[in-house]
Each structure stands twice: as structure tokens, then as C-alpha cells.
């Protein structure tokens, strides 16, 4: 998740968001990775963003059905506002994304 910049060991490495990470539940990395997007479009830094979007298609899980397709459309069509640097629309899609997760996570 993010490896590449977030978890790259180095002076500044935060031991906590380490800690933070490594504990979480699956459903909880999949809340920080839409986090980290929302920031990201927030920032407008284009190659994080996609990295993160990127990340949210990685986490699909093809063999559960319709759903993980329907995602990885919304995914899709997310990449190309962030591509056309239209980070607000994307901003506001991932935004209600998270809202929508972290409701049906609480959920359970």
C-alpha cells in the first residue's frame, strides 16, 4: 500500500503511522488508502493520486462477483479525472467512496 513513498525507510520514517499500518484490518488499510486520494486530489499531486486509485483496484476481488467490476469502473473513470488534472470531481467521488466504506464497515 503506497510502499513507495509512505513506508520507504528513512530518518523521517513516523514509527506510529509504521505501527498504525501494520495493525490495521484489511478494511481499515482500504479507509486509509481512500484517505491518502482524497489528499492526494486535495493536493493535486498527480502521481499519488493515481497511486492510491491504483491501490483501491489492487484491493478488488474479482471472484466476489459484479461488484468488484462495478468498482473498478468507478476506479476507472476516477483515473481519468485525475489524468485530465480535474482533481475536484475526483476529490468529491472518492470522498463520498470513503463516507460509503467507512458507513458499511461500521455496519458489521
Not at 9 to 27: G, R
Not at 44 to 70: K, M, P, W, Y
Amino acid at each position: 500500500m503506497l510502499a513507495n513513498h509512505s513506508m520507504t525507510p528513512n530518518a523521517q520514517t513516523n514509527p506510529y503511522l509504521v505501527q498504525k499500518i501494520m495493525t490495521a484490518s484489511p478494511e481499515e488499510l482500504v479507509s486509509y488508502i481512500y484517505e491518502a486520494a482524497v489528499r492526494a486530489c486535495a493536493q493535486e499531486d498527480h502521481c499519488r493520486a493515481l497511486e492510491a486509485v491504483q491501490e483501491l483496484i489492487n484491493s478488488l476481488n474479482f471472484e466476489a462477483g459484479d461488484i468488484s467490476s462495478t468498482f473498478y469502473r468507478v476506479y476507472s473513470e476516477i483515473m481519468d479525472h485525475i489524468h485530465r488534472r480535474d482533481f475536484d470531481t475526483a476529490r468529491v467521488h472518492l470522498m463520498d467512496l470513503r463516507k460509503t466504506w467507512t458507513q458499511a464497515m461500521s455496519i458489521r
